[in-house]
């Protein structure tokens, strides 16, 4: 099924706003010992969230709005679902809500924070070779 010009369109600002969260990560951990490493932990979420959406673009399925990495996860065919351990994807969507703001949760390693980090990357690898090229640009 060929993919149509609107489709290329929605796929490539996905794409872009998943790639601006990963670099927002990935500059903020050079910051080492003065890390905020929930802000790192949230963009790593939201790079992860705007990925697995663009490929949902791609498949035509339909979306709400939602943090939920699972939710979208389970809304893609099992056969190009990106390797992420259901650990994983509660993880990430606890950083989408409850490490941006006050309250009772665990303060975030720096090492957390790189493995966030890592997650987000090995998401989008998974995703760009799925992706058709012309929405990647």
């Known amino acids: 099924m060929p993919v149509t010009a609107e489709t290329i369109h929605v796929l490539r600002q996905w794409v ?9 990560a990935a500059h903020t951990l050079t910051l080492g010992k003065e890390c905020p490493t929930d802000t790192v932990c949230f963009h790593a979420q939201q790079c992860v969230e705007k990925y697995l959406k663009a490929l949902l673009v ?17 809304l893609l065919p099992a056969t190009i679902r990106p390797d992420l351990a259901p650990e994983e994807q509660e993880l990430l969507t606890d950083y989408a809500v409850s490490a941006r703001y006050p309250g009772d949760y665990e303060p975030i390693s720096l ?6 980090v890592r997650r987000a990357r090995r998401v989008r690898k998974h995703a760009r070779a799925l992706l058709p090229p012309a929405g990647l640009k």
């Open 58 to 74: 791609f498949q035509g399925t339909d979306f709400s709005k939602t943090h939920h990495i699972s939710a979208l996860v389970h």
């Open 16 to 24: 872009q706003k998943a790639e601006n969260d990963l670099k927002i």
């Open 111 to 116: 090492a957390e924070a790189r493995r966030a």
